[in-house]
């Protein structure tokens, strides 16, 4: 597949293009500075603030992958961008995918709660969580072919184990009630749906 990878410097992002690119697809890795973009790998420099600029980079791509992560003192510049990816997408064929990585605080924990109405969540956690959710919205809003990814509760740089489980609304933890995910295995679930899709106009998760 053609796919339009943005954030492809970041923590999930660099994950991602490593598991496209190790199944063959051909990959544009999209960053604000793409001197960290490995080499040999097709790229292009972009901050997602043109819907135009956007739709010029993911014209002709099977499907858009989107890891961006906002600025932490500013999270709701991700709505901003959420709008014009889809504005873009709608610009280009509203057939194109798009999956974001998404965020775990609009999972649920019991019926009706999710984490971040449970009063659980870190204070410091929030404001990412509350930007998260808002964008989850944007996208059930939209016309476009959306998935939506939401991880782990704990989702960090690991090891690449090909075992875990999926979901959709609800937060996947263990037994002992932790939730986690490498962004490693988070990648072959994201590149999964993107082969097999299972998930559109859709959210899923994924924990161990």
Known sequence: MNVVLFGATGKSGSRILTELLSRGHSVTAVARNPVGIPPGVKAAKDDLGDVNKIAAVISGADAVVSAYAPPPDDTDQLLGVTERQ???????????????????????????????????????WIPIAASHEKALRLLEKSDINWTYFSPAGFFEPGTRTGKFRLGTNQLIADAQGNSRISMEDYAIALVDELEKPAHQRARFTIGY
Do not use: F, M, Y
């Open 86 to 124: 889809i504005e873009a997408v709608r610009k280009v064929d509203k057939n194109t995918r798009l999956i974001v990585v998404g965020g775990a605080g609009s999972l649920e924990v019991a019926p009706g709660v999710t984490i971040l109405q449970s009063g659980h969540l870190p204070a410091e």
